[in-house]
């Protein structure tokens, strides 16, 4: 079940013209549907937001400093991004060397 732009704002509680910002700029997990329509999967929607609710700072985002906030947000999510992909390989190294002693 996916749902529109308005209701996946009010599913987050946030304002509608704040989260057509946001979907703009590629920020959320959506699914294009045409050239310009866009539909929303309310689960992953819901990670999403929590995920970005953790990261420090994102009150500028709610209280309209949308292009600064916007950005900042993009770069923290690839920053945790990159720390995730660091800490799996680290993880597969340690099985790998797991394996081998235990061989």
Do not use: C, H, Y
């Not at 749902?3 to 910002?21: D, Q, S, Y």
């Not at 700072?57 to 292009?67: C, F, H, P, S, Y």
């Not at 720390?83 to 797991?98: A, D, H, I, S, V």
Request: charged share 30%; net charge positive.
């Amino acid at each position: 079940m996916f749902i529109k732009t308005p209701k996946a704002a009010k599913l987050l509680g946030i304002n509608e013209k704040t989260f057509r910002v946001w979907v703009k700029k590629g920020l959320v997990p959506m699914r294009r549907i045409g050239t310009s329509q866009v539909m929303f999967n309310p689960k992953q929607l819901l990670e999403w937001w929590k995920a970005v609710e953790n990261i420090p700072d994102t009150q500028e985002l709610k209280i309209g400093r949308k292009a600064k906030a916007v950005q900042q947000i993009k770069k923290m999510l690839q920053q945790i991004e990159l720390t995730e992909w660091r800490e799996n390989r680290r993880q597969t190294k340690l099985k790998g060397m797991e394996q081998v002693v235990n061989g």
